[in-house]
């Protein structure tokens, strides 16, 4: 059986990015791989296909202490996915709920966490829901903010963005990524991935599969085929803008010092809140 290497990220901050590299360089495709075969290497955990088999009720009358119950059983099924790492996606904060964690421990090799300027997040999460971004930037506050248990997926707990990403950033095993400087310098931020899992990347074939998971190509699929992981309820395409600091022709002055108030000390940590 194989061990679990969460790839993990507060929402709308680059998990699906992540999961197509991953898939463009390991399977090597002639082709870019399908956005909506990113399943092929790596599971869902919040997934209500995989709680069914230990529990079969539909996955929105299950309570978030019902969930926490299933996840450490679900967890050891996706350990014979394969037979050596197996890459799990998670929005969830690592954090523990009804004395449960949400990543558990002893199936887990590693984690690689992408984290991206709240702001940025903000604007872009709340596009994707059609809340408003002041909403979005209250939700992002609250150290109780979750998603809800539904037919298709299971309850997450992501938290405020700040205890997301402490929770996560402060094992010091885990690979950090920023989004902002895999944008600005792919290839050295995917190669410390590749070696982060063990391999030393070739050049020929990173160039190949940054180029295969640039944002053109991923949008350009999902305007062609749909992305089937897209919610259907959202207000916007998944794939949207893909850049650095667009929050900056979107949020107000008073909307952009909210989120600095609320998350101020990690965004210095992170190199963010001097912008």
Known sequence: MGRLVWLASYPKSGNTWLRAF??????????PYSINELSDLSAVECS???????????AAQLTPAEVQRLR????????KLHDDLVFVKTHNANLALHGVPFCTPEVTAGAVYVVRDPR?????????????????????SRTGAANRSTDVQVF????????????????????????????????RQFGKLVRYLGDDPNPARLKRAIEFCGFETLAAQEARHGYAAHAP????????????????????????ARVLHDHGVIMARLGYAES
């Open 233 to 256: 309820e959202a207000a916007s395409a998944f794939f949207r803008v893909g850049r650095a600091g667009q929050w900056r022709g979107v949020l107000t002055p008073a909307q952009a």
């Open 120 to 140: 940025d997040v903000a604007v872009s999460y709340a596009a994707y829901t059609g809340k408003s971004v002041d909403f979005t930037i209250d939700f992002m």
């Open 22 to 31: 991953l898939h463009n360089y390991i399977n090597q495709p002639e082709t």
């Open 156 to 187: 997450e707990l992501l938290s405020s963005w700040s205890a997301h990403v402490e929770s996560w950033t402060q094992n010091r095993n885990h690979l950090v990524l920023r989004y902002e400087d895999l944008l600005a310098d792919p290839t």
């Open 48 to 58: 209500a296909a995989l709680f069914r088999a230990h529990d079969n009720r539909p």
């Open 72 to 79: 450490p059983a679900v967890h050891r099924d996706l350990m």
